[in-house]
């Protein structure tokens, strides 16, 4: 048996499978899986240059430090 992995384009194809699989044809193993989101770290690797990165932990650990001395 093989199995394959397909995106539906038009709800109308999903009804088409489920005819398939009443016939069969074809086993729906899983619906409505989504595609995994990518890390955090990937999808926002960039935005920022290091410069601005290093001045935004520099005041972070300001903050943390004010938070502290209260």
């Known amino acids: 048996m093989d199995t394959m992995l397909i995106q539906l384009t038009n709800q109308k194809a999903a009804g088409l499978l489920h005819e398939l699989e009443e016939l069969h044809l074809i086993k729906v193993l899983k619906e409505n899986i ?37």
Request: glycine letters at 8%.
């Open 34 to 70: 989504g595609i995994p989101s990518p890390k955090l770290s990937d999808k926002y690797r960039g935005i920022i240059s290091i410069e601005e990165g290093q001045k935004l932990s520099e005041h972070i650990e300001k903050m943390r430090q004010e938070w502290n001395n209260i």
